[in-house]
């Protein structure tokens, strides 16, 4: 039923316009719409698309659209299902990279060498993560760290136990105990 809606709208010479959500003039659209025997619910007329295309993060959300591909998004995240799908994956692969360059294990030298990429974290050796986070996700220092080619002078792989202990109390408790 959908499709013949559409499809006799198009026939009427009118489109559904994601952008102002109401029915407009084919010729408020790009030519290539004329021939679509469907039109999905993702289309924009020109002056929307073009306030996409020039608008930033901010303006590109306003409107509704995904910020990445500028598709239409369903809930109020800023990116539609598919990119977010797409970018947990390339978070959690990003985060596997991370753990093979840093060794897969903790570094503590309290040997306590847990292994599972669960309980793993990254450290900040000298400290400095707080001020880290403020300036960046730990998404943006993965990809940070990646761009620099993994350097291990300033940070390591430590399991949670032993980077929380670190950062309360200066030291990993284990330690003291061998």
């Known amino acids: 039923m959908a499709n013949r809606i559409f499809l006799l ?18 010729s408020e659209f ?5 021939k ?11 002056g929307c698309r073009k306030t996409i295309n020039s608008g930033g ?9 995904c910020v990445r591909c500028k598709g239409e998004r369903r809930t109020e995240n800023s990116l539609c299902s598919r990119c977010r799908t797409e970018a947990s994956e390339y ?7 991370i753990l093979e360059a840093y060794g897969k294990k903790c570094q503590c ?18 400290g400095g993560g707080g001020a880290e986070r403020k300036k960046r996700s ?35 408790p284990r330690e003291k105990k061998q």
């Open 9 to 26: 709208d198009i026939i009427a010479g009118k489109a559904w316009c994601s952008g102002h959500e109401q029915h407009l003039s084919i």
């Open 30 to 34: 790009s030519p290539g719409i004329a």
């Open 36 to 46: 679509l025997a469907f039109v999905e619910r993702g289309h924009f007329c020109k």
């Open 57 to 65: 993060y901010k303006r590109k959300k306003a409107v509704g659209v």
């Open 91 to 97: 978070d959690r692969a990003l985060r596997l990279e």
């Open 109 to 126: 030298p309290c040997r306590c060498s847990t292994m599972e990429p669960e309980f793993l974290a990254l450290d900040h050796i000298f």
């Open 138 to 172: 730990c998404h943006q220092l993965y990809r940070y760290l990646k761009k620099l080619g993994f350097p291990k002078d300033q940070h390591r792989l430590l399991c949670h136990n032993c980077n929380q202990a670190r950062g309360i109390y200066g030291y990993c």
